[in-house]
């Protein structure tokens, strides 16, 4: 069975910063992209930031120089570290990864269960 087990959120003042965590586990054969979306209260979720398997990345222009997504293959984790943060960033994050289980199969998109993220003084 598949999980993708997200860490990280919580509750922090406008300037600060939080570091996501997601890490996937089960019977997997490798990664392709992996990712961060949110999805505030009222709003449609929204992509935050993608990296490829060979490390490119995009970012939305709402977090571009403030956030910086990365992953560690070897445990088929992805990171989101958060800088500067905004009341705006307030919302649910969810971590996403595009999962293959044997040589030559398709990739699958895969979610994590969403970490809350609340910006506030």
């Known amino acids: 069975q598949v999980q993708l087990v997200e860490s990280g959120g919580g509750l922090v003042q406008p300037g600060g910063s939080l570091r996501l965590s997601c890490a996937a586990s089960?019977?997997?054969?490798?990664?392709?992209?992996m990712g961060w979306h949110r999805q505030a209260p009222g709003k449609e979720r929204v992509l935050v930031a993608t990296?490829?398997?060979?490390?490119?990345?995009n970012y939305s222009d709402s977090v571009k120089g403030r956030f910086t997504i990365s992953r560690d293959n070897a445990n088929n984790t992805v990171y989101l570290q958060m800088n500067s943060l905004k009341p705006d960033d307030t919302a649910v994050y969810f971590c996403?990864?595009?999962?293959?289980?044997?040589?030559?199969?398709?990739?699958?998109?895969?979610w994590g269960q969403g970490t809350q993220v609340t910006v506030s003084s």
């Open positions: 996403n990864q595009e999962l293959s289980f044997r040589s030559g199969s398709i990739y699958f998109s895969y």
């Open positions: 089960g019977n997997i054969f490798s990664i392709n992209a």
């Open positions: 990296i490829t398997r060979d490390g490119r990345t």
